[in-house]
């Protein structure tokens, strides 16, 4: 680590950790308190959410990275660019990847330059659990999104002193180490510092398509995925700190780095390709609860602040990924707070909340002259207040909810230039809301619903392009429209001798103008286009099984998007949007091993606006398998199998995924698992 991120960490722990918040106060009773929290700032809640919750248990089953977890979260698409530890993203329900928010401890990652939230810079050793919110976002997230949320909660200190380590060797020379330590550092504060590192060559064997979409033995031969690469190292240290009375801080830093080459297309590969980043960040939340069962009143507030700064340096000395050569240095700078009051008046739950953030981009591209070096960038501003209030009588719930947003972006001038900004500044506002019911049918049974209208702005990446794999379109629209949902949700509950089932069952659909999608341009970028207007609809069911030792989860989504513009494509499906998607998974719990199986489905889907039929990308299943040991009371073995068939498969823009990868693992859990 640099110099200068160390002063950056240490500014950010400075302006967080203010006098008094890590040292005990000489007035409190010394009296050891637990300071295990299962979250920094509350969770978003939502009283007619159809939510799926991924627990620290699940995340520690296996050696893989957070996207291929959320691949069985029912309505989930995963898109995976390349294997492991490479650039992979997340859509729900037929949205687009941009479309969906990802929260950090509450803290947003979606920036307005760069697209959708990449899921690999996410370790899974740093998460103690994720939530996906498949329909609206919770209106205490401080987001609104077409596509749902992501919330992502990192793990925190434990009640004692202890330690934990993990190490992973597999297929493609994959090296992961994994190391943790937690413990009291005063009556009423707690440390975490959690660190891993991350090797692979990538270098996996697949069908190269030679640019024509017909596989053959003759035209499609083996080849080796080179320049795909990653060595990545991150650092996490997290504080709590209980403040009384009912008050909690909590203090996240974290800093990233990541070296990994761009391998491109299977039929345009890009052997010199690389990019190398770097994320500094830090976030800070204050949670106060009122004791008691308040009626009336102000019942809590959570403060949450945030600062964090990302590097991007790709260096195309070739120019392989088709638009010349490039050694472009982004920097991306951000920061934000947000506040939420909550307060009870009878029957009705009030909450609302204000966000105010700012972020700025700069671009450099050192392949250019130096007079012209300096591409420019910009900022974006926003200010946002969100209002809801819980209503509450008898079986039924009701929850309206209203946002107002206003995005201020002005354009940074640089020597080299941006491609065409539109306009010195711009501004926009917007007003968004939903409707959020709920009729509990019995004790063990709820009927959900919602309602409302979005809006999402075109970020910086659709506008503008950036790294030689999007061509920006500066007249792109505002997405806005409709959304609904409506289902079932029911739990026979856990009885002593008898097998529990819960499980949910949805409608949903939506009504897009102006949606953005991405279109192939040629072989190698892709370019943002508004459709007119467009619709979804679908079906979605999950299904949880558990009978003593025995746990099967199963889900499937049936949803139709298409263009409903009226134009050439009118009623064809949009790209990258399959119309199938699947997940069944058998956990076999026994007192010293466990063992899983996992399959997931993704249909077939269009690769192009007319849905040509030998461009569709095809449809594939996957399966993966691991068993793991308990060997005494801290040390556990583990082996797993992905993709067990060995099926060769490709992704979205038909980016090939690895083969059949083994793993073997051993760790040192903490003593709070004994």
Do not use: C
């Not at 010293?592 to 690769?607: C, H, K």
């Amino acid at each position: 680590m640099t110099r200068a991120r160390l002063a950056r960490l240490a500014l950010v722990l400075a302006l967080f950790a203010g006098p008094g918040v890590l040292a005990d106060d000489e007035q409190a009773p010394q009296v050891e308190e637990q300071v295990t929290v299962r979250a920094a700032a509350p969770a978003p809640e939502d009283t007619a959410a159809f939510a799926t919750t991924v627990d620290a248990e699940r995340l520690e089953a296996g050696t893989r990275d957070l996207a291929d977890v959320l691949r069985a979260v029912p309505g989930a698409r995963v898109r995976s660019y390349g294997g492991i530890g490479q650039y992979a993203t997340i859509s729900l329900r037929g949205s687009t990847a941009e479309q969906v928010a990802v929260l950090l401890d509450g803290v947003p990652l979606n920036r307005a330059l760069g697209g959708p939230v990449d899921l690999s810079l996410l370790p899974v050793s740093q998460i103690d659990r994720v939530t996906v919110f498949r329909g609206f976002a919770p209106v205490a997230s401080g987001v609104t999104t077409l596509g749902g949320l992501v919330d992502v909660r990192s793990r925190l200190p434990g009640n004692a002193t202890d330690w934990s380590v993990d190490l992973s060797r597999g297929s493609l020379s994959t090296t992961r180490a994994v190391l943790g330590w937690s413990a009291p550092v005063g009556p009423r504060t707690g440390m975490r510092i959690g660190l891993e590192r991350l090797t692979t060559d990538g270098d996996f064997r697949f069908l190269d398509t030679r640019g024509t979409f017909e596989t053959t033995a003759d035209d499609d031969p083996d080849a080796i995925r080179i320049n795909n690469d990653v060595t990545a190292r991150t650092a996490v240290v997290s504080l709590i700190h209980r403040v009384a009375p009912g008050g909690l801080l909590t203090l996240h830093l974290r800093s990233t780095d990541r070296e990994r080459g761009v391998p491109g297309l299977d039929s345009h590969p890009a052997r010199r390709a690389r990019l190398d980043e770097s994320l500094d960040a830090g976030s800070m939340s204050w949670a106060w609860r009122r004791a008691g069962d308040a009626t009336r009143g102000l019942t809590g507030v959570d403060l949450l602040a945030d600062l964090s700064s990302h590097d991007m340096r790709l260096d195309d000395p070739l120019g392989e990924l088709g638009v010349g050569i490039q050694r472009e240095t982004t920097a991306i700078d951000t920061g934000g707070v947000g506040l939420v009051l909550r307060a009870r008046a009878g029957g009705h739950r009030a909450l609302a909340r204000l966000d105010w953030r700012r972020e700025r981009a700069r671009v450099r591209n050192d392949a250019l002259a130096p007079a012209f070096a300096d591409r420019g960038g910009a900022t974006r501003r926003l200010l946002a207040v969100a209002v809801e209030d819980v209503v509450s009588s008898g079986a039924w719930t009701i929850a309206p909810s209203l946002r107002w947003e206003r995005r201020d972006d002005r354009f940074l001038a640089g020597a080299g230039g941006l491609l065409g900004p539109p306009a010195d500044a711009v501004v926009e506002q917007a007003l968004s809301g939903k409707l959020a019911l709920r009729r509990d049918l019995g004790s063990r049974l709820a009927l959900r619903g919602s309602a409302g209208r979005f809006y999402r702005a075109p970020n910086l990446l659709e506008l503008f392009g950036d790294r030689g794999a999007v061509i920006g379109n500066p007249a792109l629209r505002a997405e806005s429209g409709v959304r609904i949902e409506l289902g079932v949700a029911g739990d026979t509950g856990a009885r002593p001798g008898r097998a529990r089932l819960s499980g949910e069952l949805a409608l949903f659909g939506s009504t897009i103008d102006d949606l953005i999608v991405f279109q192939l341009n040629s072989q190698s970028t892709a370019v943002p286009r508004n459709v007119g207007r467009a619709r979804i609809l679908g079906l979605e069911a999950s299904l949880r099984l558990v009978a003593g030792r025995l746990t099967l989860d199963a889900s499937g989504t049936l949803q139709r998007a298409e263009d409903r513009s009226g134009g050439v494509f009118d009623g064809a499906r949009l790209v990258g949007r399959p119309e199938r998607l699947g997940a069944l998974a058998a956990t076999w719990n026994a007192p010293r091993w466990s063992a899983r199986w996992d399959v997931t489905y993704v249909g077939e889907n269009p690769a192009d606006p007319f849905d040509t039929p030998a461009f569709r990308v095809p449809a594939r299943v996957l399966h993966d398998a691991s068993m793991t040991a308990r060997l005494g009371r801290r040390l556990r073995l583990s082996f797993e199998v992905q993709n067990v068939f060995d099926r060769r498969t490709v992704d979205v823009l038909r980016f090939p995924l690895p083969g059949r990868l083994l793993f073997a693992r051993l760790r040192i859990v903490p003593g709070a698992e004994r």
